[in-house]
């Protein structure tokens, strides 16, 4: 029984301790701000990291077309067990002559190819590498717009719920004095029984918003946190105290937004460089209407010497040295079709490049215009809380000298909730959207 209370006593102990200890954990956590979360998703995030393997392969890819330049060297050697060496001087059916050699023969030599024009395949094969590699640069720069954004999507939805909670939790605890105040005054018969069982319906809708909005926190955390690379359930606080800065949106002209488009859109300059590829890829083709010229050397000892007459068990040595012209002839009449076929497919590629043009530009108006709209929401949610707020100062003032009604007073604070939430929601929207522009238009 001792033993027991001491344990319990340790226990109690321990707890009192880690208690304070995980709190001052949770309040040690540093919180976010959003340039923090695009740097840590630079860093970690999946997609771009899968996006620079491409790009590191692309850049591989570059060395071994320049590889491909070297000369083929080889070297070989072979031992074998030799037959008879039988002559039919006198044909097949007669008798033969067995020449005397060797029951077993060698070989050891090198063979070098070296090549002096292909039509210049080799070497444009290196610069379409090298065009594939700067369109995988794009690539990679538009994946992380792509992932700044989601980024920001996420921080900015933590951050809306983050200011619901507070909302809500200020509200629980207006609303919680208010229902003691008017259990107090229907104590004393001022107001019916009604008003408290409103007021208690509508302490019980707040704190039921409380929960899912709580829930909502831990969505977005966990949204955010894989976005950065992190463990999802790995602690997260964010900079939500701070105020949005609408200033410091700039109120461009959408015909600025459009040239900067146009020159840094990784879109329209992945578009562009599918057109250049097309028209190396044409020149390509084109190319195997040239003579292949090729220098050639080959050496080689060979043990017994069985090639020429008189043969010998001796050790013999021969090689040749020379250049090699070989030119296609059925390439004439064969690539006239894939030349045809390789201008058709430049065409549609330089089509599918107005389109992406147009639809950069339809996307850019498109988003402006919901910029515009959302820096206007905001103005329009910022009078709403002046007008509501003086609308609850004013009806709970008639209310408690029993000139108007409680539903007009619950009404009232319900719709000034309401215009916070819609305060912060456009101002999120306002970043969010003009954060997307900028992603569009190829500057984020």
């Known amino acids: 029984m001792k033993h027991y209370k001491t344990t319990l006593i340790l226990g109690i102990v321990l707890m009192s301790i880690a208690s304070p200890m995980y709190a001052q954990n949770r309040e040690n956590i540093k919180p976010l701000s959003l340039e923090e979360t695009w740097k840590l998703a630079e860093l970690n995030n999946r997609q771009l990291k899968l996006s620079d393997l491409y790009l590191q392969q692309s850049k591989i890819e570059i060395l071994e077309a320049k590889d491909r330049l070297l000369p083929e060297l080889s070297v070989s050697g072979n031992i074998k067990a030799n037959s008879k060496f039988l002559i039919y001087d006198n044909g097949l059916f007669s008798s033969p002559q067995d020449v005397p050699i060797k029951g ?38 538009l994946q992380k717009h792509s992932v700044k954004y989601n980024v920001s999507v ?21 609303e919680k004095k208010q229902l003691k105040l008017i259990e107090s005054l229907h104590k004393n018969g001022t107001v019916l029984k009604s008003d408290v069982l409103r007021t208690s319906v509508k302490l019980s809708q707040l704190e039921l918003s409380l929960s899912d909005t709580k829930k909502k926190i831990e969505i977005a955390k966990q949204r955010l946190n894989i976005l950065m690379g992190r463990e999802d359930d790995t602690e997260l606080a964010i900079k939500h105290e ?9 109120d461009d002209d959408y015909n600025d937004y459009a040239d900067i488009a146009f020159n840094q859109s990784s879109e329209y300059k992945m ?26 050397s080959n050496y080689n000892y060979t043990y017994p010497q069985i090639s020429f007459y008189p043969y010998s068990n001796d050790l013999w040595g021969f090689g040749q040295t020379g250049i090699k012209v070989q030119y296609s002839i059925d390439n004439l009449y064969k690539s006239k079709h894939t030349i045809a076929r390789a201008h058709v497919v430049s065409n549609q590629v330089k089509e599918k490049a107005e389109i992406k043009k147009d639809e950069i530009s339809l996307q850019v108006k498109e988003t402006y215009l919901q910029l515009k709209q959302a820096l206007e929401s905001v103005e329009m949610a910022e009078q709403n809380i002046i007008k509501t707020t003086e609308t609850v100062r004013v009806i709970r003032s008639s209310y408690m000298n029993q ?34 522009l900028l992603a569009i238009i190829g500057i984020l």
């Open 154 to 174: 996420a921080y900015f939805d933590l951050y809306k719920f983050l200011h619901f909670h507070d909302f809500l939790t200020a509200e629980i605890e207006s």
């Open 403 to 436: 000139e108007s009604l409680l539903t007009d007073l619950l009404e009232a604070e319900n719709a000034l909730l309401e215009a916070k939430f819609n305060l912060t929601t456009a101002q999120t929207n306002v970043k969010v959207t003009h954060i997307r």
């Open 271 to 296: 578009a562009i460089s599918d057109i250049k590829l097309s028209e190396l890829n044409i020149k390509q083709i084109k190319a195997t209407l040239f003579p292949k010229v090729s220098l050639y």
């Open 242 to 250: 701070d105020e949005i800065d609408l200033n410091a949106i700039a």
């Open 104 to 141: 077993y023969g060698y070989d050891a030599g090198y063979n070098l190819n070296f090549n002096l024009f292909n039509g210049g395949k080799e070497k444009r094969n290196i610069a379409m590498k090298k065009e594939e590699e700067t369109r995988k640069q794009y690539e990679v720069d």
